[in-house]
């Protein structure tokens, strides 16, 4: 990591310059919009256009100084905000501030309009950076942390704010509900503060790592549900018993169905958009609509908006298809314009210059000491009870403390509803900044203490290799069908996978509809030929039934994530491939006959699919009789010192992982390699290092497979040969494209095509066209 001075002199020592003479250009010009506004009776256009201005500019220079000294970058937004507001820019010069910057009337309410939404975007984005299944892995540690790390502080806030002097509340009345957001405020933690850190130290897939994010995320979640509890009982004035059964019932409900048929709804949502719109970023306005729908419900049942947003965004990050390319879409405009908006605003509207007042100065570091304390020693106790070290502790303590966006949006939604004064608001987000700052580095100088254990090592190899195996690449399955015993078994491959890697399979019959018998009867709405929803059905009925015969330890899928869809042909078919490879498919399953053409070629329809889709194709050709069930397959997968012939394998395991089927490896090497003997200056990827590389894979899966050598210098003769003395009806071989005038994918590919008396099945292990469609 670069020194901090070395990172400074990075920085453009002109950039502070200039934001200084734009700011006074701005202010200069102000002047004459503001008097346009009040000539002509309404808010100023031009004006607000320079309050956003400023606001970003500032936020986004001085955010990206915090970034290379190592703090969070919405610190420096924050710290815009102030420096605009009354703390600074308006001690200096008041009027010059109050005209710029109204605080009241229509203007005003202009910009609060982009920070409110800002407010939900930034819930949307971090529910989707939460990640459930960390919180489920680790809830039992994770659940005593954030519950200790939760009720200590958050008894002592309630405490302090029951017991402050009633000067420092807007209204003594509403005393109870000063003190429930005092507690809150302290007891949060922010998930993106905490991630963001332990992912610069690299320590997010570290035990402790994993521990504080999960830790963080079920703070998160439980005190937006508490925020939102205690802004409806804030709109109520005063606790209404009835009201709080409202809201907790309602609440409990929302949640409950949210992560039940509403995972389900909100990925057909996302499909059913980025299948049939045509025009540009379709699934981002969907997105919208669901957030907006969801916190439209929250309201209703009377919590924040904000529990709406959040909820979204775990159901939106959680669909198994696109949500790389929508998680870039949102950040991009959150990051650019509603962040610096919405914490400039937060900035503008904290005034320091109350600080100056002693008993205020106390009372804020009485409540900085108390947060702390409260939420250090209450994850340090959980942790040295959960059986972890002094170190680990002293770690998780460290990265509970960061309050950063959450404590912000706690203190603007209080200040909004009434429940908070100007000086209750400038001390909450001064101990936001002030623990926020501090936690990067304790953190950083606890987590480089820890050392690593044996059962960690293992669990970082095993996930390292599946970030960068073959099958990750792919996230979406367009399966293409024909009725043919080659459909059945591209269909059989198909379920294989939904149920080991959860991904999503489109169905789509290439034939017409008058040349497969349609029942008359059938009066489906989906508008998908008969014989597509025949083959989807075999394709569920084949998933549910691998998922009952498989054992829990092989962590497969459960029902829920098997996701089936139909698409009708209704134009010519490279039209229809082509327009499909733009809606995140990225594997393309070919199941048709013939698969010959009588050249002795793959046939022209293979050749039309293959060059119209733009990402990884197999094609699977039935030969000879196809057993009953897919648990009776017997899988040979043929090698070489190739890369393409080692990613062919782990497809071919990911199928007997599925099948729970017997699989073995075939190794052919020439007379005098079997005879060489391996010298230490052997370069890797050779014929022998591929047996340890595919081996490591078998075990990844947990797979047991049989290893083979064969020599002899035709490789397809070979195969054939081992394929019949052993009784294999599946050959699974990894190919690549040949320059020629048609489909061609070697000489190997093409003799089994001709020649095997077997099913085969041909993977395409050319990354690039995939990476393009993701890209």
């Given amino acids: 990591m670069p020194s901090r001075q070395n990172v400074l002199k990075a920085f453009p020592s002109s950039a502070l310059i200039i934001l200084i003479a734009f700011t006074l250009l701005l202010s200069i010009a102000q002047s004459a919009f503001a008097a346009e506004g009040q000539k002509a009776g309404h808010p100023s256009e031009g004006l607000f256009l320079i309050q956003i201005i400023l606001l970003v500019v500032s936020g986004r220079l001085l955010g990206e100084l915090m970034v290379r000294i190592g703090q969070p970058s919405i610190m420096g937004q924050i710290i ?5 507001g009354p703390s600074l820019f308006g001690l200096i010069f008041p009027h010059a501030q109050a005209s710029l910057f109204p605080s009241e009337g229509a203007q005003k309410s202009m910009t609060d309009a982009i920070g409110q939404l800002g407010i939900l975007f930034l819930l949307l984005l971090a529910g989707m950076e939460t990640d459930l299944g960390l919180a489920k892995r680790l809830r039992k540690s994770a ?4 519950l200790t790390g939760i009720v200590i502080p958050f008894a002592a806030g309630f405490a302090l704010g029951e017991l402050i002097p009633g000067a420092f509340l807007p209204d003594p009345e509403k005393r109870l509900v000063t003190s429930l957001f005092l507690g809150t405020a302290l007891s949060i933690s922010s998930v993106k503060i905490v991630a963001s850190v332990v992912r610069e130290m690299d320590f997010m897939r570290r035990n402790i790592g994993q521990l504080i994010v999960a830790s963080a995320i079920i703070d998160d979640t439980v005190g937006w549900v508490i925020i939102a509890i205690t802004f409806g009982l804030a709109e109520k004035g005063a606790v209404d018993l009835m009201t709080l059964a409202t809201s907790v019932i309602g609440t409990l409900a929302f949640m409950a169905v949210s992560f039940t048929v509403g995972r389900r709804i909100v990925f057909e949502i996302i499909r059913w958009t980025n299948d049939n719109f045509r025009s540009d970023l379709p699934v981002l306005s969907a997105i919208v609509a669901i957030m907006g729908g ?3 419900i929250t309201n209703l049942i009377g919590v924040h908006t904000v529990l709406g947003a959040f909820v979204a965004g775990i159901l939106v990050g959680e669909s198994p298809i696109l949500t790389r390319q929508i998680d870039v879409q949102l950040r991009g405009l959150t990051t650019a314009l ?15 210059t109350v600080l100056a007042d002693p008993s205020i100065l106390l009372l804020t570091a009485a409540i900085v000491v108390i947060a702390s304390i409260g939420k250090f020693g209450g994850a340090f106790a959980a942790a040295k009870f959960g059986g972890y070290s002094a170190s680990e502790a002293l770690a998780l303590g460290c990265g509970m403390n960061a309050r950063g966006s959450t404590e912000v949006i706690v203190a603007t939604i209080g200040l909004s509803v009434g429940v908070l004064d100007e000086k209750l608001f400038s001390i909450i987000v001064a101990m936001a900044v002030i623990t926020t ?5 304790t953190l950083r100088w606890a987590l480089a203490r820890l050392p690593l254990r044996e059962e960690e090592r293992d669990r970082l190899e095993r996930e390292e290799f599946e970030s960068e195996s073959f099958l990750g690449n792919f996230e979406r399955i367009l399966l293409t069908v024909d009725g043919s015993q080659s459909s059945r078994l591209a269909t059989w491959i198909a379920a294989f996978f939904a149920v080991t890697r959860k991904m999503p399979v489109t169905v789509l019959d290439i034939r017409e509809p008058s040349d497969a018998i349609q029942d008359p009867n059938d009066t489906a709405t989906t508008g998908a030929a008969p014989q597509g929803r025949a083959v989807a059905d075999d394709l569920r009925q084949c998933a549910t ?3 009952a015969s498989a054992s829990p330890k092989q962590n497969m899928a459960s029902e829920s994530d098997i996701h089936v869809t139909v698409r009708e042909k209704n134009d010519k078919l490279e039209t229809m491939l082509e327009d499909v490879s733009g809606t995140g498919h990225d594997l393309l399953f070919m199941g048709i006959e013939p698969t ?4 002795g070629r793959f046939s022209t329809s293979l050749q039309i699919m293959t060059s119209a889709f733009q990402g990884t194709s197999a094609i699977a050709t039935a030969r000879g009789m196809l057993p009953e069930r897919p648990q009776e397959l017997r899988i040979l997968l043929p090698v070489s010192g190739t890369e393409r012939s080692v990613r062919a394998a782990e497809f071919g395991l990911a199928i007997a992982k599925a099948a729970g089927a017997h699989c073995a490896l075939l190794l052919i090497v020439e007379p005098r390699q079997v005879r060489a003997i391996p010298r230490i200056s052997d370069r890797g990827n050779d014929q022998w290092d591929v047996l340890n590389k595919v081996g490591a894979i078998a075990d990844y899966y947990g797979v047991e497979i049989e290893k083979v050598v064969q020599q002899g210098p035709s490789p397809e003769l070979s195969i054939l040969r081992h394929a019949r003395s052993g009784k294999y009806n599946l050959i699974v071989l990894g190919v690549s494209k040949r320059a020629s005038g048609s489909l061609s994918y070697g000489s190997v590919a093409d003799t089994l095509l001709q020649t095997a008396d077997r099913s085969c ?7 690039a066209a995939s990476q393009a469609i993701r890209e």
């Fill in 80 to 84: 815009a905000g102030i420096i605009l």
């Fill in 143 to 146: 659940a005593g942390v954030s």
């Fill in 294 to 296: 969801m916190a439209i």
């Fill in 338 to 352: 509603f962040m610096p908006v919405f914490f400039g605003l937060t900035g503008l509207q904290t005034d320091l």
């Fill in 437 to 441: 700052m501090a936690m990067p580095p």
């Fill in 545 to 547: 039934d691998l998922l």
């Fill in 596 to 599: 010959m053409g009588e050249d």
């Fill in 761 to 767: 099945v041909f993977i395409e292990t050319d990354l």
